[in-house]
Every structure is written in structure tokens, then in C-alpha cells.
Nanobody, 122 residues
Framework: QVQLVESGGGLVQAGGSLRLSCTAS????????MKWFRQAPGKERKFVAE????????YYSDSVKGRFTINRDNAKNTVYLQMNSLKVEDTAVYYC???????????????WGQGTQVTVSS
């Protein structure tokens, strides 16, 4: 069982930055691929970024590539999403997700956090 808690969301102006954090309970964090998804009002939840269990590989959606960076600290059971050059269209609830190694690219795993709201104003 893995419990995920996100933090770091908020209101920011376009062009600004935010860093999201997701801290996991349990001793198996380092065995999971960690992913971020987001869901805008009235829209489907979409993949944002993911990182392998070791942190050696990362993947991004085209919409955030070059602006967002995912990294992890396995000693702290935490994954981060650094978001720079934010745009109004980045406004969404951001969800942390844990997936077993072998889960496909951009495919969510079983465990979800509660979400954190990111609002980008123009």
C-alpha cells in the first residue's frame, strides 16, 4: 500500500514558477515509477511527466517539455515537479501517481494522491 500526498500548488502569474512535491508513505517508494498527471475543469486527466524508479529516465508530454522538470529523492520518499514559464493553460489539478516498474509510458499506476490545485493567471 502506498499513500501519496501532494503539496506546493497555488496561484501564480503567467511566466512564473511553482514546485510541486509528492511524498509517499511506505518503504517501497524507490521501486515505483512516479508520474504526474493533471486535470483541467471539464477535461480528462492527462499525463504530464514521469520518472523511473532510479531517477535515471524521465519523460514529458509535449505540452510541458522544456518548461517542467521531474526529479525524485528516494531518501526522502519524494518526487518533485518544477514548473517554469507557466502558462494559463497549465491551470489544473495536479495529481501524483505511483506505478510499478514495467508500467507503460504515460500509463497510470494504481496509486493516486488527492491532487493539488495550480492556477495560472494572465
Amino acid at each position: 500500500q502506498v499513500q501519496l500526498v501532494e503539496s506546493g500548488g497555488g496561484l501564480v502569474q503567467a511566466g512564473g514558477s511553482l514546485r510541486l512535491s509528492c511524498t509517499a508513505s511506505g518503504r517501497t517508494f524507490s521501486s515505483f515509477r512516479m508520474k504526474w498527471f493533471r486535470q483541467a475543469p471539464g477535461k480528462e486527466r492527462k499525463f504530464v511527466a514521469e520518472i523511473s524508479s532510479s531517477g535515471s529516465s524521465t519523460y514529458y508530454s509535449d505540452s510541458v517539455k522544456g518548461r517542467f522538470t521531474i526529479n525524485r529523492d528516494n531518501a526522502k520518499n519524494t518526487v518533485y515537479l518544477q514548473m517554469n514559464s507557466l502558462k494559463v493553460e497549465d491551470t489544473a489539478v495536479y495529481y501524483c501517481n505511483a506505478a510499478r516498474e514495467g508500467t507503460g509510458y504515460a500509463v497510470p499506476g494504481h496509486y493516486w494522491g488527492q491532487g493539488t490545485q495550480v492556477t495560472v493567471s494572465s
